[in-house]
């Protein structure tokens, strides 16, 4: 099982950084809340912070833990760790993404995302209304 963090990125006016990955990466086309493989021996916090400013140039501060997913993509087996984070600074530049958008949490909805991130959107979108 590989473990892998995911940002639930807040901005000022309380929107979500959503990302969708390029056509050539595993799970292309599908938007996901960005993140990486989290190093041996490396906390959830700084695997996002070094992820976020290695695949878009931004800083972020990871404040709370949102939750877990495990989910199989055939024979890769991942599990999921999602924190909640503040963006503190940076131009974004993307590397392993063709797009990103900032969203209303109540916005998600109409993006079509990664499987291992949907029950994250479903609990933000339940959080929502």
């Known amino acids: 099982m590989i473990e892998v963090a ?3 990125i807040y901005n000022g006016e309380g929107q979500l ?5 390029r056509e050539d ?10 993140g990486g493989k989290i190093e041996p021996g490396e906390s959830v916090q700084h695997c996002l912070q ?10 972020i501060l990871p404040y709370a833990f949102f939750g877990t997913n495990k ?3 055939g024979n890769l087996h991942i599990e999921l760790i999602a924190w909640k984070a503040e963006y503190l600074e940076g131009e974004m530049q ?15 909805g ?5 499987p291992a991130d949907v029950p ?10």
């Open 110 to 114: 109409q993006f079509v995302f990664a």
């Open 6 to 8: 995911a940002a639930i």
């Open 17 to 21: 950084l959503i990302a969708r990955r």
């Open 25 to 34: 990466k595993s799970q292309g086309g599908l938007w996901e809340f960005p």
């Open 120 to 129: 994250f959107v479903e609990r933000l979108l339940k959080e929502s209304r």
């Open 94 to 108: 993307l590397v392993d993404h063709d797009d990103y958008q900032w969203v209303l949490p109540k916005g998600l």
């Open 50 to 59: 070094r992820e976020l400013m290695e695949e878009m140039s931004i800083s």
């Open 71 to 73: 989910h199989s993509y």
